[in-house]
């Protein structure tokens, strides 16, 4: 059995580069071009793959033979091992943004190389009862107004909002089965998210959309599988 905890802070301007293709990416509600150009400052904020605390757990059992029962039974619950994976992690971040862009449209020219601007940061998006219908308040941000904030960038930060975090456990048995003296045959029975842990998605974090803040997506539920491995 092996056991891997790690306490970690990742930071950067940018989680990913805009390499190639015609416009840049967005990522998790995160540009990978500066918002500001000539303000790169403003960029410096959590990583996307900061997850704080990070449990990993993996372990190898061999299951103890049955000696009472009939032989044939003893015979098929003998060999087997099972194998274990556990991952537990706090959630990682996002940024809130708006696609629209309003306050860097006329009357003032579109800032060239801009693709989502972020909002003005009222409170922390961070506090409060979260649900999947309301994973954070609306009213901790402020879209910025096309008259009122003309060519302003909203003040608040690059992946400053934390989404759900993760549970999983996947597990297995496996046993050989002897066909001659070179050739083996192997069993494996599979289940993944086998506590059925439903792992949830990030939030939608585009202001504009109706569906801002509410979690649309999910991780798979749990999933059986049976293989075969000949080996000669």
Same mark, same amino acid.
């Given at each position: 059995m092996q056991i891997?905890?790690?306490? +970690?802070?990742?930071?950067?301007? +940018?989680?990913?580069?805009?390499?190639?293709?015609p416009a840049p990416l967005l990522i998790s509600g995160e540009n990978d071009v500066a918002q500001n150009p000539f303000n790169l400052r403003a960029e410096h904020g959590p990583s996307l793959f900061d997850a704080r605390h990070r449990l990993a757990a993996n372990f190898s059992y061999g299951l103890p033979a049955l000696r009472r029962p009939a032989r044939w039974a003893r015979a098929m619950a003998s060999g087997w091992q099972m194998h274990g994976i556990l991952v537990l992690s706090t959630a990682t971040p996002f940024t809130v943004y708006d696609s629209r862009n309003v306050s860097l449209q006329a009357p003032h020219p579109p800032l060239s190389g801009v693709f989502a601007s972020r909002p003005d940061a009222l409170s922390d998006p961070n506090q409060g009862r979260r649900t999947r219908e309301d994973w954070m308040p609306r009213s901790?941000?402020?879209?910025?107004?096309?008259? *009122?904030?003309?060519?302003?960038?909203?003040?608040?930060?690059?992946?400053? $909002?934390?989404? =759900?975090? *993760?549970?999983?456990?996947? $597990?297995?048995l496996t046993r050989w089965f002897a066909l001659s003296e070179r050739a083996r045959l192997q069993l494996r029975l599979e289940s993944f998210n086998v506590a059925n842990?439903?792992?949830l998605g990030l939030p939608v974090n585009d202001m504009v959309s =109706?569906?801002?803040?509410?979690? *649309?997506? +999910?991780? =798979?539920?749990?999933?059986f599988q049976a293989a075969l491995k000949l080996a000669f």
């Open positions: 891997s905890y790690t306490y +970690a802070k990742l930071l950067d301007y +940018a989680s990913s580069l805009h390499l190639t293709g901790a941000f402020r879209r910025l107004d096309a008259v *009122l904030d003309a060519g302003r960038f909203g003040n608040a930060g690059r992946n400053i $909002v934390r989404g =759900p975090g *993760l549970a999983n456990l996947d $597990v297995s842990q439903t792992n =109706p569906n801002f803040g509410r979690i *649309l997506e +999910a991780g =798979p539920p749990r999933l």
